[in-house]
Nanobody, 124 residues
Framework: QVQLVESGGGLVQAGGSLRLSCAAS????????MGWFRQAPGKEREFVAA????????AYAASVKGRFTISRANAKNTVYLQMNSLKPEDTAVYYC?????????????????WGQGTQVTVSS
């Protein structure tokens, strides 16, 4: 089993930045694709970004491309989401997820492991 724990959420003003971290433990981490998803009240969980096990393939949702950056540090089993130029519409609970795949995966139902989520609130 894989355990994922997110951290770094908080309250920021529009235009500000925040860096989320996801620490993974348990099963071998290096072959996993890691993804970030978010869910706002009354909405479905949506894809934000994903990075392959090698770090060579990255995907972003159109709404965050150019503002968010996903990266991973396999030596310490951690994936990051750097969020810049935050907007009120970015407000949501952000979840880290993992799946044993060498390619990027962008759909919720294909991920096998999930963290507990961390709240990100962006004020206008």
């Amino acid at each position: 089993q894989v355990q994922l724990v997110e951290s770094g959420g908080g309250l920021v003003q529009a235009g500000g930045s925040l860096r989320l971290s996801c620490a993974a433990s348990g099963r071998t981490f290096s072959t996993y694709t890691m993804g970030w998803f978010r869910q706002a009240p009354g909405k479905e969980r949506e894809f934000v970004a994903a990075i392959s096990w090698s770090g060579g393939h990255i995907a972003y949702a159109a709404s965050v491309k150019g503002r968010f950056t996903i990266s991973r540090a396999n030596a310490k089993n951690t994936v990051y989401l750097q969020m810049n130029s935050l907007k009120p519409e970015d407000t949501a609970v952000y979840y880290c997820a993992a799946v044993d795949s060498a390619q990027v995966v962008t759909t919720v139902d294909e991920y096998d492991y999930w963290g507990q989520g961390t709240q990100v609130t962006v004020s206008s």
